[in-house]
């Protein structure tokens, strides 16, 4: 009998992508799961474990087992899950279909024999596979850690710098309920030359500090990085389109208001901002993510020629 349901916030219930979700039935990881090596750059090993178990959660709590399949020919990157399973199996964390554990009651195989069988299973294709109570709590605390770890602020030390957006970003979409939404701001600063010709870049410099304040201020619960020179952004989890909209128009407009007497341009314009806002319920990459709302602002700015609006989009 599979064990009682926890609590739903006990739950890690993300849809992860490039997996096959079937409710009431097994999961399985196909050929095209997630990339672990993006840039040809290993990610933390935190990551793998952190995918793997929410994938194996989302799929006990359904009272059934998530199917890892082994591809043919096994990659490098397989080689790293399948490192994670057996580790995560002599730690305890998840089960595979024969079970050393019986979900509460006394071991039914050493733990040799269950490596070994899991062995067995995969030299055969795939192993099925359920998470135990010890299994959510390392999940929960590897999210902490990944989330909190080695935690670097920009230069201007206000908002969190550019290393943590990618990782962050990875964590937050992994970590979604089943279509929870996820929003994204990234916000470009106008017409900076003309600020620095203007203001000098001491003066452009305190422009950027109070724009990046007011960012951090106007996102909160979510969490402003520096993404370049005058490039920032924000990570908005549980978040949809209405509400990142309205939190960025709020944003733009305090900017329009607190620069208002800095004239630039001739006395022409005032510093001010673009934001482009995007939202997903679906999986994603989140390297794709940031790329189509990149795309989305500079497009508004270079071949729109807009200015010191919010633009929006929706990722399917």
Same mark, same amino acid.
């Given at each position: 009998?599979?064990?009682?349901?926890?609590?739903?916030?006990?739950?890690?219930?993300?849809?992860?992508?490039?997996?096959?979700?079937?409710?009431?039935?097994?999961?399985?990881?196909?050929?095209?799961?997630?990339?672990?090596?993006?840039?040809?750059?290993?990610?933390?090993?935190?990551?793998?474990?952190?995918?793997?178990?929410?994938?194996?959660?989302?799929?006990?709590?359904?009272?059934?087992?998530?199917?890892?399949?082994?591809?043919?020919?096994?990659?490098?990157?397989?080689?790293?899950?399948?490192?994670?399973?057996?580790?995560?199996?002599?730690?305890?964390?998840?089960?595979?279909?024969?079970?050393?554990?019986?979900?509460?009651?006394?071991? @039914?195989?050493?733990?040799?024999?269950?490596?070994?069988? @899991?062995?067995?299973?995969?030299?055969?294709?795939?192993?099925?596979?359920?998470?135990?109570?010890?299994?959510?709590?390392?999940?929960?605390?590897?999210?902490?850690?990944?989330?909190?770890?080695?935690?670097?602020?920009?230069?201007?030390?206000?908002?969190?710098?550019?290393?943590?957006?990618?990782?962050?970003?990875?964590?937050?979409?992994?970590?979604?309920?089943?279509?929870?939404?996820?929003?994204?701001?990234?916000?470009?600063?106008?017409?900076?030359?003309?600020?620095?010709?203007?203001? @000098?870049?001491?003066?452009?410099?305190?422009?950027?500090?109070?724009?990046?304040?007011?960012?951090?201020?106007?996102?909160?619960?979510?969490?402003?990085?520096?993404?370049?020179?005058?490039?920032?952004?924000?990570?908005?989890?549980?978040?949809?389109?209405?509400?990142?909209?309205?939190?960025?128009?709020?944003?733009?407009?305090?900017?329009?208001?607190?620069?208002?007497?800095?004239?630039?341009?001739?006395?022409?314009?005032?510093?001010?901002?673009?934001?482009?806002?995007? @939202?997903?319920?679906?999986?994603?990459?989140?390297?794709?993510?940031?790329?189509?709302?990149?795309?989305?602002?500079?497009?508004?700015?270079?071949?729109?020629?807009?200015?010191?609006?919010?633009?929006?989009?929706?990722?399917?």
């Amino acid at each position: 009998m599979p064990p009682n349901r926890p609590l739903q916030s006990a739950r890690a219930t993300a849809r992860t992508p490039g997996w096959n979700w079937k409710a009431n039935s097994a999961a399985s990881l196909p050929l095209n799961g997630r990339s672990f090596g993006r840039r040809g750059v290993m990610q933390d090993a935190r990551l793998t474990e952190i995918e793997l178990l929410t994938a194996i959660d989302a799929a006990s709590f359904e009272g059934s087992y998530f199917n890892y399949a082994r591809p043919n020919p096994n990659g490098r990157e397989q080689r790293l899950r399948e490192d994670a399973i057996y580790h995560l199996i002599l730690d305890g964390a998840i089960v595979n279909q024969h079970g050393y554990r019986g979900w509460g009651h006394s071991p @039914t195989q050493p733990l040799d024999t269950a490596i070994m069988m @899991t062995q067995s299973d995969l030299e055969k294709g795939s192993v099925s596979l359920r998470i135990t109570h010890r299994g959510r709590l390392r999940l929960f605390r590897l999210r902490a850690e990944i989330l909190n770890r080695d935690r670097v602020r920009e230069p201007f030390e206000i908002l969190w710098d550019m290393r943590h957006w990618e990782s962050d970003l990875d964590v937050h979409l992994q970590f979604r309920k089943n279509d929870d939404p996820c929003s994204i701001v990234l916000l470009d600063v106008d017409r900076l030359k003309a600020v620095n010709t203007a203001l @000098t870049h001491v003066g452009a410099d305190d422009v950027l500090r109070g724009i990046f304040r007011i960012l951090q201020a106007g996102v909160v619960p979510g969490e402003a990085y520096r993404l370049g020179g005058d490039e920032a952004g924000a990570i908005l989890p549980n978040i949809d389109m209405d509400a990142a909209t309205a939190m960025s128009e709020r944003i733009r407009e305090t900017v329009e208001t607190e620069f208002r007497d800095k004239k630039i341009d001739d006395q022409r314009n005032t510093p001010t901002v673009t934001i482009a806002v995007g @939202t997903t319920t679906k999986p994603i990459e989140p390297a794709k993510f940031r790329a189509e709302i990149d795309k989305l602002l500079v497009e508004t700015k270079d071949q729109r020629g807009k200015r010191n609006i919010v633009v929006t989009k929706a990722i399917e």
